[in-house]
């Protein structure tokens, strides 16, 4: 049953000026991947030709929450470019990445369980065959016939928790095959990352959605929406009526540059409000003092008589450096509960950037940037220009 166009004077346009998703394509991407990629459901009695772990076990091993989600990317393309690999998350190093979400799309990835049965298989039966690195370079991606070099060393199982950008797998012979199965090649590099979050992290896990709850309207009125059956829409949905403006800004944010931003963000708005939306702008930043006073130059140049609504995770729940979580320690078990709140802010700030209309933040920023490829959406970036005048332009560069 189609939904009743809302009885009021405003017309509301129902396109969003900002998205720049290719539907068509990047739903049949991951219908491919879909049906193609079945590696992940090897049964316990067999072992797959290759397991590829992103692997995080101890300090310093693989950066910052957003640089942990541009190797997985990579990690899990070299596993899907492979004839028959799977696929593993093996972290605990400061979390577990299934606290936060969990993988969609049926059998995409090995579950913990599976990754710990054969990783003690091989440990106990043929320690040898596990390949342990501590960085998959660029050149390596680009220039090595890893099929058949790892076949004749006997590579059961690689583990490696700093992956190098997946530009430079795409370009390797060696994997070209399944690379034009899968249609990557027809993609950009923010779409390739789109497809790897869509599998691997669009979705919240139950304790995650929990503490997203309140934010649910700002998400687009649900926490996952399956992307390849792509239902209609609902004409009163909150993805028609609002415009959502989501803004990242660095710890080194000077008084300028958050004015700066906040005209931007109020401009949006005005030209939402003329579409007959309502305006709802989302902050996230490293201390609540930048919120706050982002917030007031928002609220200082926002119309008297169409009010912009501001949001951000709650106070309630704490702000950890951008480092915290490279540096962190293996978590002990039974401290969960606690060390899942201690990244709970960051990893909803991202996941709600994520579904954004319209985002903005600081040139370089990879944590705008991978929130801005999962969310398929224009994004401005502050900078200077040559008056020395601080202005937002459109990001052009996403990962290099």
Known sequence: MRSRRPNNDIVIQRNNPYRQ??????????????SGYVSNRTPDFDTPPLLVLYSCRKPNQCGTFEERLLSMTTAYLFALLWDGAAFGIDMDAPVKFDWYYQTTLGYMSMNEGQVNYYLDKAEKNDPSSILDLDTMSAQELESTNFMTQYRNDNVKILRCGQWEN???????PSVWRYRDKYQLQKLTQSQ?????????????????????????????GEMYRDPIKRRPIPYDSVIHRWMRVGIHMPSDSTQVEL??????AAMVCRS??????????????????????????????????????????SESYEFTPATAMAEADVVDPSD???????????IMDWTILSRMDYLIGSHGDLFLKTASAAAQVETGVFEYNKDGECEVVVMKDWFN
């Open 259 to 264: 004015d700066c931003v906040a005209s931007k």
């Open 21 to 34: 998703l290719n539907n068509t394509l990047l739903a049949s991407v991951l219908a491919h991947i879909q």
């Open 272 to 313: 939402a409000q003329i579409m007959g939306k309502e305006c709802h702008v989302f902050l996230s930043a490293p201390s609540q003092d930048i919120i706050q006073d982002l917030q007031k130059s928002i609220q200082k140049r926002s119309q008297k008589e169409r009010r912009t609504i501001i949001h951000a995770v």
């Open 192 to 220: 390739v990352f789109y497809i790897v979050h869509q599998i691997l992290f669009r979705k919240p896990s139950d304790w995650l959605a929990s503490h997203l709850g309140p934010y649910r309207d700002l998400m687009g």
């Open 336 to 346: 969960e509960q606690r060390v899942k709140l201690v990244y709970a802010r960051e």
């Open 166 to 172: 997946w530009k430079a797998l795409l370009k390797n």
